[in-house]
């Protein structure tokens, strides 16, 4: 399998898993206690959403270390955006 098909799939299973915690709601209304695990997959989507375009320019993929740093102030007090960052980094590190 390719890489392009790779991180397609991966961003493909990244959105169920965003679906499925969403349960169809949309995350501007979802209860604080579902919003976390909404935001991680939100954050491998996005994530995995920036590789699979470096993948099709023939760009080198976004580091997983590093992806998410312009949002390092909100995630010290916001506990949605270190759910999203760290989905965005796991789902970057699988790829």
């Known amino acids: 399998m390719q890489r392009v098909d790779r991180i397609a799939a991966a961003r493909a299973a990244a959105i169920d898993a965003l679906a499925g915690a969403a349960s169809g709601d949309s995350l501007c209304t ?12 939100e954050g491998a989507v996005a994530a995995l959403g920036d590789a699979l375009r470096a993948s099709r320019r023939g760009d080198p993929l976004p580091d997983s270390e590093a992806w998410g740093a312009q949002w390092s102030r909100l995630t010290e007090h916001d506990a949605a955006w270190r759910a999203y960052v760290l989905g965005g980094r796991e789902a970057l590190s699988q790829v």
Do not use: S, T
Not at 32 to 39: G, I
């Open 30 to 41: 979802m209860a604080r206690e579902r919003l976390p695990a909404a935001k991680y997959h």
